[in-house]
């Protein structure tokens, strides 16, 4: 009975939802699908064709419509909703393919309607629904809907795309705004709306001219668009893999789904999906022309460095999707009845609500960035009252027309901050008046500055007293120079009191001045000295991440370490010298030689304060040399196990060395692996290379050396082994055992 009443349940729900009138949000629908899986599995009986969960697509809205066979079946993803159930596809798809190199392919899932468009001899021809998989509902009528698919394209042969048609946030609200004004239902939320909007009736089935007249009217009010991410027939596609066929696809001026990355390793795409959810995606360029294959340090760098642009999206999402890339390979995967074996989605729990604006606020960064704050009345969002969040910058304000006193919707998916979705405009019943973004600085008054190309705007002033708090407390963190308790409310009162101007007013502290201090006792006097005392042991790659160098984080700042191998070589280099180091571009290579050309007075009186037996101040590659030596002779302390709020160890068998991972690790994820090494001041590389000097097999995959069923990084160590260039090879236990 349980599992009748889910299958009704979910028809129903999915009914309303082409209707564009679904009463219950993507994660419920979600939970209640999970839940009859468990419950048809759990009985043991015959699951029925017409069950939910072996439907594809969606159901018959209008028995009108023309049902069309697809050239090839439009299937279903796979949904998965925790890193596990990823790890588990891999291992179903390593069990077929074996031990053959993939590439992976992580897109947006874009929360909109699947459709199928087909070109023929370059013009638009067809226009299907996904259906059951197998047919899907002619919408070609509804096309001129679509506002940014082009009618014609340079291509002769038959082309059939696939993806998802969609509608802006900003569109929904015009649209709104409009139905307010002529006393109309208001629409929910862009998705509803997209699946209602393509089931509009057939101009071409009217009554008479007044009805069709009023059909294409609303067609012109109801503004949808399409991203491409799929291959239906391969008639007309020279592509071999799915990367290819998006480039192949832009050329032809067909809008192809943003953000795409391209990844050499599962694993690497995993970490992607795991940062994805926790910090947002990188600022990227949506044109395949400027993307690359991405590797996990990149992944790391541009997380930890650049901001998200999960809160500028003007379209939702509802997760990201997996794909091999080759598609000989995903031949060799096929297909079950509902989904293919080379495709799956990761999504997350999405919460959505309703509440007021009550105030704009502006925050100063440590580069100086000024960031707006919304001030929210308070709502209840996966278990946590949201108050605050994130406006990003000045243009999401005029573009989402953001104005105080508005009643917004507010989202948070996964661990993302909470996000403005949109402005419900029709429920501002008074006039609100524009969001203006200051002018000046709110701390220190100096006129701020838009940057130039960006979107950001900024406070030139190095000396700003809100730039130094944040920049203050990043040099303290656990991540910089791991200065315990000195906290975010203690560097407020020192740079208050006038006691800390400068990084190098922080070693000039004394016990007796600190002592003093408003809820400062003796002890934690004492303990601050002490741990200020310690930071000065750690070396370049942390001194160097601790300057808040706009561009340059802790991957950068090990980079630059590794390669000039001194502070003082660093200083003297050129812009062209930098630029020269391995992912340093020309943009971040310009901003870190105008800190050492702006920021000499500032350093120089840093390292006089921290004096001349601070660690960063030594040369890297003699240190390395003594390491070298003392690891030869096994003299490496069990006390020196490394902790990531101790400072890289110049006594470790992986300083200054480049180790590469393969096979999957038991013990700990590849993203903390990484973190070992680099804290004991190594570099983790993606591919094996001249300069490699460990290889690393998890211990799932691990085969001794000489056997058959290596890895490509095990052939590849192996073959440059031969060749001169000895690389040693760690099981998993042996790598711990080293830590």
């Given amino acids: 009975m349980q599992i009748e009443i889910l299958r009704q349940q979910l028809q129903e729900y999915d009914r309303l939802y082409r209707l564009g009138e679904s009463p219950i949000t993507d994660t419920e629908f979600d939970r209640l699908s999970q839940e009859l899986i468990r419950l048809e599995k759990q009985s043991g009986l015959p699951i029925p064709a017409e069950s939910p969960t072996q439907r594809v697509g969606d159901v018959v809205i209008d028995p009108t419509q023309t049902r069309v066979e697809h050239s090839v079946p439009m299937l279903s993803i796979e949904n998965t909703f925790n890193i596990d159930e990823l790890r588990d596809f891999e291992k179903r798809v390593k069990k077929k393919l074996g031990n053959e190199p993939t590439a992976w392919i992580v897109e947006l899932k874009i929360d909109g309607v699947a459709a199928s468009l087909v070109y023929e001899n370059g013009i638009f021809m067809q226009a299907l629904t996904r259906g059951d998989g197998r047919a899907g509902d002619d919408i070609t009528f509804n096309f001129d809907m679509v506002i940014d698919m082009p009618r014609q394209i340079e291509n002769k042969n038959r082309i059939e795309v696939r993806g998802e048609i969609y509608m802006l946030n900003s569109d929904l609200t015009l649209l709104n705004e409009e139905q307010q004004r002529r006393g109309e239902k208001i629409y929910k939320n862009a998705r509803n709306l997209t699946a209602g909007t393509i089931s509009l009736k057939d101009p071409g089935k009217a009554k008479n001219e007044k009805e069709r007249q009023g059909i294409l009217a609303e067609h012109q009010r109801r503004k949808l668009r399409f991203f491409a991410h799929s291959v239906g027939s391969h008639e007309g596609i020279q592509a071999k893999t799915h990367w290819d066929f998006l480039q192949e696809l832009e050329t032809l001026g067909i809008p192809i789904t943003p953000y795409a990355k391209r990844f050499t390793a599962f694993d690497e ?10 910090s947002g995606f990188p600022v990227a360029d949506t044109s395949t022309a400027d993307r690359s294959t991405t590797s996990t340090s990149s992944i790391e760098q541009t997380i930890a460095e650049r901001t998200s642009q999960l809160e500028e999206l003007d379209f939702e999402i509802d997760g990201l999707v997996l794909k091999i890339d080759d598609f000989v390979q995903r031949e060799q995967l096929g297909t079950t009845e509902h989904h293919p074996h080379w495709a799956i989605a990761y999504k997350v729990e999405r919460y959505e609500a309703l509440t007021t604006l009550r105030d704009i606020i502006v925050q100063v960064g440590k580069t100086g960035t000024i960031t707006p704050v919304a001030l929210l009345e308070g709502i209840e969002l996966a278990g946590t009252t949201v108050s605050r969040a994130s406006l990003h910058n000045a243009e999401e304000i005029e573009r989402k027309d953001i104005r105080v006193g508005d009643v917004v919707v507010v989202e948070k998916a996964g661990k993302i901050i909470p996000r403005i979705v949109r402005v419900e405009k029709h429920l501002r019943t008074k006039k609100l008046e524009p969001y203006l973004f200051p ?16 979107v950001y705007i900024r406070c030139p002033n190095t000396r700003c007293p809100a730039q130094f708090k944040e920049k203050l407390r990043y040099f303290a963190s656990r991540n910089a120079m791991d200065i315990e308790g000195l906290g975010e409310k203690l560097i407020e009162q020192l740079v208050d009191a006038g006691l800390v101007r400068s ?15 408003d809820r400062m006792a003796e002890k934690s006097a004492t303990n601050l000295i002490n741990a200020i005392a310690k930071s000065k042991s750690n070396e370049l790659p942390r001194f160097l991440n601790a300057l808040s160098i706009r561009h340059v984080g802790n991957r950068t700042a090990m980079l630059l370490s590794r390669h000039f191998g001194s502070l003082d070589r660093l200083r003297r280099a050129s812009e062209a010298e930098i630029a020269e180091v391995d992912e340093i571009g020309q943009i971040m290579a310009k901003s870190i030689f105008n800190f050492f050309c702006y920021e000499q007075e500032t350093l120089d009186d840093l390292l006089d304060a921290m004096g001349e037996d601070a660690m960063c101040r030594q040369d890297i590659k003699e240190s390395a040399t003594a390491n070298e030596n003392t690891a030869q002779v096994g003299m490496i302390s069990s006390l020196e196990v490394v902790d990531r709020s101790v400072g890289h160890k110049p006594d470790s068998i992986f300083y200054g060395k480049n180790v590469v991972f393969t096979g999957t690790m038991s013990s700990m994820t590849r993203s903390i692996a990484r973190q070992k090494i680099e804290t004991v001041g190594g570099i983790v590389s993606d591919s094996i290379r001249k300069d490699t000097d460990f290889l690393v097999i998890g211990q799932q995959d691990y085969r001794i050396v000489g056997e058959s069923g290596m890895s490509n990084k095990q052939r590849k160590a192996v073959e440059m082994a031969r060749k001169g260039s000895p690389i040693e090879i760690l099981s998993e236990e042996e790598f711990l055992k080293i830590l």
């Fill in 269 to 278: 795409a995993v970490g992607y999906c795991e940062a994805f959810y926790s």
């Fill in 439 to 454: 002018t000046a600085c709110p701390v220190c008054a100096s006129p701020v500055a838009k940057d130039e190309g960006g």
């Fill in 503 to 517: 990084f190098g007013d922080l070693y000039r502290l004394e016990w007796n001045v600190l002592k003093n201090i």
